[in-house]
Structures are given as C-alpha cells and as structure tokens.
C-alpha cells in the first residue's frame, strides 16, 4: 500500500471515528453526561488529569477546558481541577512534543493536513517561540507534536507554550468560578438539562 494511501486511509478512519462518536453522542447525550459523571465521581481528579494528558497529547478540536466545566458540573473543587488539568495537560503536552521530535513531520501528518502543517510550520517560522504564547491562549487548537517537529527546545516550549497554558487555564476557571457564584451557570445548565 503506498504512502498517500496509508494516510488517507487513516485520516478517514479517525474521520469516521470522530463522526461515529459524535452520532452516539448526540443520540445518547444524557448517557454520555451519566458515564462521564460516573468517571468524574469514582476516579475524581485522576480521570481530569487523564483527559486533560490524551487531550493535549493528541490533537483535536476540543480543548482541554471542557474539562473545567465537567469539573464544576461534578462538584469538584475548582482548585484541584485546575491543578489536576495543568498537570495532565503538561505531561500530556511533553510527551506529544517528545513525539514531534523523535518522529518528526510523519507523525504530524497523521493528525493535520500538509497544507494546514505548512500554513502552522510557517506561522511558526515567522513569530519563532513567540508563536507559544499566541496559539496557547487562543481558541486554534494546540498542536504540541508540531513545536517537536520544528526542534524548538524544551526550555522555550515550557516557558512560552506550557506556562501560558497554566495561566489560561487559571483565568478560565476564575471566570467559571465567578459565573457559578452570580448564578449563571445554573441558568446554562437549565438550558441543556444538566
């Protein structure tokens, strides 16, 4: 089987995967919000820091932030979802970084587009480290396989990738935190059931 095929083969089975998920969890949304529920209350903080490690680790486009808002839905302490996050985060973003750098531009492409690896390698190139911070705290999602695959260094990929994401999520759960005391959040989850 040749390579390109290979690659498409696989980016539409992780397609199909992603549609599948999403049909079951549309039809089975209550099930869905009653087994992670389950998880959140036997396994508590361990299973945040376990989603938050595959979350960073492998890139999507759904940010580890829900997380806090599962969190609160479950009545965890703010406080130890934040920590539980940030280090799952941390240790799921160093491993995907490690990866990026052993096995280079291969392993992106699984997971993105050349065009868009490109588009993201040259936006990279022109705002050097300083690109971290930026894709850290915006909605884009965070890819840290291609700041492995670029050879940034570790000390810059910590200090401008992995503390603005710390901080991102400090003002994310302050924000979620100061929305749960004024009542807004009861009112959200009305809407949805929850």
Known sequence: ???????KYSQFSIALIAIILGVISYLYYQDAVN???????????????IF??????????LSTDILILMGEISDLRLIYTLIAIIIGSTIGSLISFYLGRKFGRKLALIFIKKKKFKEVT???????????????ITPLPFFPVIFGVMKMSYHDFILYGLTTRALK????VS????LSQWGVLDKFYGWFGL
């Open 1 to 7: 089987m040749k390579r390109s095929t290979k690659k």
């Open 35 to 49: 087994f992670i529920e389950n998880i959140l209350n036997t396994y508590g903080y361990y299973s945040i820091t």
């Open 175 to 178: 924000l979620v935190f100061f």
């Open 169 to 172: 999520y400090f003002l994310t």
């Open 122 to 136: 040259d936006y990279i190139d022109k705002k050097g480290k300083y690109a971290l911070p930026l894709i850290s």
């Open 52 to 61: 938050a490690a595959l979350m960073e680790g492998i890139p999507q486009l």
